[in-house]
Nanobody, 127 residues
């Protein structure tokens, strides 16, 4: 069983920064990749970033590349999403998700690939 708990959301002005955390409870972390997705009102849930726990290889959506950074802390079983230069278009509920993988490369950007989801945390960016 995998349990994911997000935190760190909030309200910020455009150009500001936030850091989201995803605390993960899994039996063997090296068998998983952790991804971040977001969903704005009236829109589909979309991929943001992902990290393979074993290799620390990452992948980003084009819309956040260069502004967001995903990382992991093995000692805390936590994945972070550092978000800089935030834009009102980044406003959404952000979810972390886990995908089982035997590979060292990121598992891809499809939300169907991820089996476990957290409850989400709201990020609001005002202009």
């Amino acid at each position: 069983q995998v349990r994911l708990v997000e935190s760190g959301g909030g309200s910020v002005q455009a150009g500001g920064s936030l850091r989201l955390s995803c605390a993960a409870s899994v039996r063997t972390f090296s068998n998983y990749a952790i991804g971040w997705f977001r969903q704005a009102p009236g829109k589909e849930r979309e991929f943001v970033a992902t990290i393979n726990w074993r290799s620390a290889m990452t992948d980003y959506a084009e819309s956040v590349k260069g502004r967001f950074t995903i990382s992991r802390d093995n000692t805390k079983n936590t994945v972070y999403l550092q978000m800089n230069s935030l834009d009102p278009d980044d406003t959404a509920v952000y979810y972390c998700a886990a995908a089982w993988t035997s590979s060292s490369v990121p598992p891809g950007r499809s939300k169907e690939r991820y089996n476990y989801w957290g409850q989400g945390t709201q990020v609001t960016v005002s202009s």
